[in-house]
């Protein structure tokens, strides 16, 4: 563990021990009624107003990036499920680009282990990842803390939320970690679908929602759309090949695996994979059925005991999968200005 880590993990323990600093009015945060149980401890940082309030200007402010251009959300872009759209990887200051596709940020409260190799245990903790990455943000979070306590606005901003104008780094990830907990996206028409609420799918659709049930549920489980497992599958290696989960726990059984990722607004959330090689669905379901490559750890299920690939899929079960993904997008989180950049 680096001294950074062990810092910060010092810090979340007086943090988690003391009793949750907070002004003003509680946000009521309502579970969608086809969801299962949240796995965020909201006791340890109970949604406010105003911390809300907070956490967003934060999400959207440049200078928490070294050189004073990149926010929070200029990798993660609300019309697009909260991510780099049309970027493979994500890119930082000077241009610098990441390793990685920047995954969708939505429904984190139902998470427990963040970004593709499940590398930071805790919500609160995520923003620190980006920040110092010299490929993102590039910056410290001394600098960030100290730009911050200079403006005239944010002192105000932290007085309204806990008390005092005294910015801190937990006061600083408790306000963001309760703005990125209210985006919830849970209105997508197959959410209306099977709540009963009015809604009815097409054929295609409901083709789709068949198969995908039959040949996709395995991984990409509930009504989360993920089983928030890591995974390998199947793509080519290169020389360069990203080991995935294997660069946290060191263990060979996690060699190329990657968080399952959820599905919801998966239309709008492309290009997809780590790497973000596929920029369509279409190529998505082409390489489960057509390209699976059987490398270290292939998950068993793309392999079967003839020694068959893949998912089997016609061109038509294809297209019906992608008829009923489509019916994943959630038009009302993803315009909601509520959640829009200021």
């Not at 979340?12 to 945060?29: A, H």
């Not at 920047?102 to 590398?119: H, R, T, V």
């Not at 910056?139 to 008390?163: H, Q, S, W």
Request: contains cysteine; proline residues 5%; glycine residues 6%.
């Amino acid at each position: 563990m680096t001294r950074l880590w062990a810092g910060v993990w010092i810090v979340l323990l007086v943090w988690s021990c003391s009793s949750p600093e907070r002004t003003g009015p509680e946000v009521s945060f309502t579970v969608p009624a086809n969801f299962p149980k949240p796995l965020y401890a909201f006791e340890r940082n109970p949604l406010t107003t105003s911390g809300v309030e907070l956490g967003k200007a934060l999400f959207n402010e440049t200078l928490l990036s070294k050189d004073n251009t990149i926010s929070c959300a200029e990798c993660h872009s609300q019309p697009y499920g909260f991510t780099h759209h049309g970027h493979d990887v994500s890119h930082g200051i000077h241009n610098l680009k990441g390793t990685r596709n920047s995954l969708p940020l939505q429904n984190l409260a139902w998470e427990s282990e963040f970004f593709w190799d499940g590398g930071v245990p805790d919500l609160d903790l995520v923003p620190i990842a980006p920040i110092i990455s010299e490929v993102e943000m590039g910056e410290t979070m001394t600098n960030v803390i100290d730009k911050l306590r200079a403006t005239k606005k944010y002192p105000l901003l932290f007085k309204k939320a806990f008390g005092t104008e005294e910015i801190t780094t937990a006061r600083f990830l408790q306000s963001l970690s309760q703005f990125m907990l209210t985006l919830v996206s849970a209105n997508s028409r197959y959410d209306h679908f099977v709540r009963k609420e009015g809604v009815t799918l097409t054929n295609d659709e409901q083709a789709g929602l068949h198969l995908f049930q039959q040949k996709c549920s395995s991984c990409h489980a509930g009504e989360l759309f993920t089983d928030r497992s890591y995974r390998n599958n199947g793509l080519f290696l290169t020389s360069d090949a990203d080991e995935g989960r294997f660069r946290i726990t060191n263990q060979e059984k996690d060699r190329y695996t990657f968080r399952v990722p959820s599905l919801r607004n998966v239309a709008v959330t492309g290009p997809y994979m780590h790497d973000g090689r596929f920029y369509t669905l279409e190529a998505v379901l082409d390489h489960y059925a057509e390209n699976v490559h059987d490398t270290p750890n292939l998950d068993p299920i793309l392999k079967a005991s003839n020694g068959q690939r893949g998912i089997a899929l016609t061109q038509q079960e294809r297209q019906q999968i992608i008829a009923f993904l489509k019916t994943l997008t959630d038009e009302e989180f993803l315009t909601n200005k509520q959640l829009a950049v200021p």
